[in-house]
């Protein structure tokens, strides 16, 4: 029998990993398969957690923390509506800059509404409890298990569950026509356009899904923790998403998921052991100058990416042939 | 109400002469590399950081740590776009992969500076001031040096972009860099000065922005970026001028809303701006037929 405390680590390792990866999967079908860089990846992480913390705790109460607004739904009500809203939330960032404007002037938009929506939550105190963030959010189906150690492994059957699901979804998405046409908008949006392909629809689509997948993961991150701050989804938080997926291989499941497990897992738990050396505050610095040098090295070095996403072409007759490898798109 | 308003132009003012200094360098850069680079920001701070050194443990006076200040500023910039930003390019790194790599770099100097200033609040020795008041604006004598020493610097790289042969390269080379090759040019030499006059202003900016707080750290210069960015855009990416101009409209208009509601909403304008601009009039306030197709999807 492995011992508690191992159990536990365990345990966190695996339901952090999948929600991580259930975000990155949203974000890899935007950045990956459409070609949309969005930099404000964490504003539907970020209302997707609130609105799970905000079903659940129920009316504010005291001065303990202030929040705007609370009910005690049960589960799994506060998750679907934190999909909801992470795709409501992501759709209107979509209406800004679908089909508007041009790739990299959508990522300085979507930068700046991350960024400033960041701020404003901070500052506002009565919204969300401001910086401190909220604290004490209720875990789903607590009471349905009696020891702590039972209650990990439920949680990491839940998180191991949605995972697979939003692979399934994503997976299902590239591999379907829309796929196709995903990738077409990805590579060049004159010819998508040109082909009749409504390049505005085929954001705003990918930006509703892929908020919701960043919605529910803000979520199932919030009621594990039992808490969320707007630490939890700052700008650093999609880049460190962006890192783990294009080292990884961007546009393709497995890419995603093995960038994942190397950069915010993996590099966070393997620092984790390093003996406390210097200033509070001097490790996290240090992590990352090296995430920061690490995503510099993958543009530099292996632009595709550890898995590098096949290349699929359609001969004449219909049939399709996969090339592994395809020109450094990063 | 309305003296709060006056007030505020004073302030306004202030952040004109930051804001001017810095989007001129961003809006510089772009237009002679096509880089939109995050980093920028982070240069402000080093060079910030650079004056304090010198003025903390140096003794210098702020205003001669001001030319240092711009120096070392202006050489990170060359290295950075020399050493990192133009091989990726070179690489094939696409358009999605410079900005990605444009904020690896701000994460790496930032956090880099924070891992040798360490955590904590900093603040320059400011020379004793005198305050004036005229026209119901009530300004310090340091401020309007700073002020003084923007317009200085903006007025050098007008004469520079206009009047110099260095200028004319430039201009060539932000219009046409293969031609501006092709023509005897040395555009790596022209986008070298470019970048390290554009570090110089940021450099300058980043002191500016430093003296005129209470107390900064290494994360200050950050919070301006989306400012900076929604002037940048607002003038029109890659053009000088529209810069400056946007930036006395977002400096004044900025500081009122600080003033009327709080500062907060400063950020917020300043996005509302950015969005605003983009979707109704993508070449910025300047008066091009050509640049605002580029900034549209297709």
Redesign the interface.
């Known amino acids: 029998m492995i011992p508690e405390a191992w159990q536990f680590y365990i345990a966190t390792l695996i339901v952090l990993y999948a929600v991580t990866l259930i975000a990155a999967f949203g974000l890899n079908l935007q950045y990956g398969v459409t070609g949309i860089l969005n930099f404000g990846y964490a504003v539907p992480i970020g209302v997707g957690g609130y609105t799970a913390a905000l079903l659940t705790l129920g009316p504010p109460q005291g001065r303990f923390q202030t929040y705007w607004f609370g009910l005690e739904l049960p589960f799994p009500l506060p998750w679907l509506a934190a999909a909801a809203m992470g795709a409501l939330v992501s759709l209107a960032l979509g209406f800004i800059v679908a089909g508007r404007l041009r790739g990299d002037y959508q990522a300085i938009v979507l930068l700046a509404v991350s960024v400033i929506a960041t701020r404003l939550v901070q500052v506002q105190k009565e919204i969300v409890n401001g910086g401190a963030g909220l604290a004490n959010v209720p875990q789903p189906l607590r009471d349905f298990v009696d020891s702590s150690i039972a209650y990990q492994w439920l949680y990491v059957g839940l998180a191991v569950a949605v995972a697979g699901g939003t692979w399934f979804v994503v997976h299902r998405i590239s591999r379907a026509p829309l796929g196709r046409a995903l990738r077409a908008v990805r590579d060049s949006p004159e010819v998508a356009a040109a082909l009749g392909k409504d390049v505005a629809r085929l954001q705003l689509l990918v930006m509703a899904i892929g908020g919701a997948a960043g919605g529910l993961s803000g979520a199932m991150t919030a009621q594990y923790l039992t808490g969320w701050n707007p630490e939890s989804w700052l700008l650093l938080v999609t880049f460190t998403y962006f890192t783990g997926i294009i080292l990884g291989g961007a546009g393709n499941a497995l890419g995603v998921a093995v960038g994942i497990a190397l950069i915010p897992i993996g590099f966070r738990e393997a620092t984790r052991f390093l003996p406390a050396i210097g200033y509070p505050g001097l490790i996290e610095a240090l992590q990352w100058v090296v995430i920061g040098l690490l995503a510099l090295l993958v543009l530099w070095l292996r632009p595709a990416g550890i898995v590098p996403e096949r290349v699929v072409a359609y001969e004449p007759t219909g049939r399709a042939r996969w090339h592994i490898g395809r020109r450094g798109r990063s | 109400m309305l003296e709060i308003l006056i007030a505020s132009i004073g302030f306004g003012l202030i952040t004109v002469s930051i804001l001017s200094l810095a989007s001129v360098g961003f809006t510089l850069q772009f237009s002679v590399t096509g880089v939109?680079n995050?980093a920028f920001a982070d240069v402000m701070t080093l060079a910030g950081f650079t004056a304090w050194l010198l003025n903390d443990s140096l003794g210098l006076s702020i205003w001669a740590t001001i030319p240092f200040a711009g120096i070392v500023a202006g050489l990170i910039s060359v290295v950075l776009n020399r050493a990192?930003l133009q091989?990726?390019l070179r690489?094939?790194?696409?358009?999605?992969?410079m900005?990605?790599?444009t904020?690896?770099?701000?994460?790496?100097l930032?956090?880099?500076l924070?891992?040798i200033v360490?955590?904590g609040f900093f603040f320059y020795d400011m020379p004793p001031v005198t305050v004036y008041r005229f026209l119901g604006q009530i300004l310090t004598s340091n401020q309007l040096i700073f002020m003084g020493l923007a317009a200085l610097a903006l007025l050098s790289v007008h004469l520079i972009l206009r009047r110099s042969k260095l200028g004319k390269a430039m201009r060539a080379v932000a219009a046409n860099p293969d031609l501006a090759r092709a023509s005897g040019i040395p555009s790596r030499l022209v986008v070298d000065t470019a970048w390290f006059i554009s570090g110089f202003l940021g450099g300058i900016a980043g002191v500016a922005l430093f003296a005129s707080l209470p107390a900064f750290d290494t994360s200050t210069a950050r919070?301006l970026?989306?400012v900076i960015?929604?002037t940048v855009?607002l003038g029109g990416v890659g053009h000088v001028y529209g810069a400056l101009a946007a930036a006395v409209v977002i400096g004044l208009s900025s500081e009122m809303v600080a003033a009327l509601a709080?500062p907060?909403w400063r950020?917020?304008l300043?996005?509302l701006i950015?969005?605003g601009v983009?979707?109704i009039r993508?070449q910025g306030i300047v008066r091009d037929v050509s640049g605002g197709r580029?900034?549209?999807?297709?």
């Open positions: 939109l995050l990192i091989p990726l690489r094939g790194t696409s358009v999605f992969g900005l990605i790599a904020l690896a770099l701000s994460l790496v930032w956090n880099g924070l891992a360490r955590p919070g970026l989306v960015l929604a855009v709080a907060q950020d917020v300043a996005l950015l969005i983009l979707m993508p580029e900034v549209a999807a297709a």
